[in-house]
């Protein structure tokens, strides 16, 4: 999966998520205290295996029918399905996830990533919950646009995490883009690798494509092999040149 980190809800029958239902130990997710590892919490959805301390048990409970049901949606939206479960790991406070991931001086907005597979994800309360189903619904809409894709490493970042900025509801992001001194041009926005503007423009560029052409526009261009066409973006020329002229009107407003 791709290293990624972030910065950065109906229900479905909860009788169907208890089925699966288990409590045991799992894999150490941050002490190193073979005690604390026995108080782990692991629940297995149809869709999701998330494990936690037994502190966070209740706010994991709470967040996974919203999982599954955001799930379905990016699902249906992009036509296709994860053929795994995904892994998830809940940290109980950003300090600890911090020490975790080596980087203990991060800013706050750096609360979980994807890593070998497995979405490594803060959550505080129920207060915050809803930053970690994003980040989480975030995580598994590029794995599911990894599946469309076999050459998905070469999909441009900005629809790479267009997408999946989007699907995961993070419309926040777009508050950044006023900031901006001017708009790229379509070559740096295909150019954009991780950078501060990256998921603003993303965001905006994607919602933009699917708010006026819909699902199977986005659908068709994540499908293009950009491992041997790696300028085909130029094929969105009039789309670009319209959302800029908009975003430009907009920012010009603040
Ligand atoms: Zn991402």
Redesign the pocket.
Known sequence: M?A?H?FLSGFMSFAMLMSPYSMHVCADISSKKSEAIMENFKYQSEHFSICSSEDKKEEVLEIIPKLEEKYRIVASHLKNELTDLVEVKVYSNLDEFHKVIGWISAPDWVRGRAKDGVIEVVLEDYETSSRAIELII??TT?IITQNMNLDWKYIPPVL??GI??YEAGQSNLKNNLHTLKEIPSIEELFSLRQNKNLYPLAYSFVEFLIQNFGYEKIIEILNINYKDNEFDFFFLQNEYSTWAALLRAEIDLF
């Open positions: 791709n990624c972030l975030h995580e590029h790479w995490e999946a900025t």
